[in-house]
């Protein structure tokens, strides 16, 4: 597995992110672009919402090979699980099929998640698409 950080941009937050993080309003986000691969294959195309201040400085770490819950971790001691997430399956967009190497035919597993902190902490919110032709997605439930 592998992944390159495509984009890496400071925005303002928009309520919707805002209530999934648990942030106050206007809140500023790092948003990154990632792509993941796997054995050399594009495998998903994620964007992540975190907030900036926070994780300042986080893009310095984003060079290839990452993980970013490793570098969340090791960097600023968060310890990030998910919370919740939410599946469909969508057709791609344009950049979607170039990212991934995929035809228009070719559906994609869309993943909204919610990741917290160890205080419960909302710390991403992650939008990934993830090809379906080569892709599957296993969830592990646990007892509270």
């Known amino acids: 597995p ?14 919707h992110l805002e209530e999934k993080l648990g942030l106050p309003p ?12 796997i054995n050399g294959v594009p495998f998903s195309f ?21 993980s970013l819950y490793d570098i969340l971790e090791r960097h ?7 919370h919740e997430s939410i599946f469909e399956v969508l057709m791609p967009g344009r950049r ?3 990212l991934l190497r995929t035809s228009p035919v070719n559906p994609l597993l869309v993943v909204k998640s ?3 902190d160890q ?8 939008i990934s698409r993830i090809r379906g032709d080569i892709g599957s997605v296993s969830v592990n439930f646990f007892e509270k």
């Open 46 to 66: 994620s964007t992540s919402y975190l907030p900036e201040d926070r994780f300042k400085g986080l893009h310095k770490y984003l060079t290839e090979p990452f």
């Open 96 to 98: 979607e099929m170039e």
């Open 26 to 37: 206007e809140t500023p986000l790092l948003a990154l672009d990632i792509l993941r691969f």
């Open 119 to 126: 205080a419960g902490q909302g710390v991403e919110y992650v």
């Open 114 to 116: 919610i990741a917290k």
């Open 2 to 15: 592998g992944a390159r950080l495509l984009s890496a941009a400071r925005i303002t937050s928009e309520q």
């Open 76 to 82: 600023y001691q968060v310890e990030p699980t998910r």
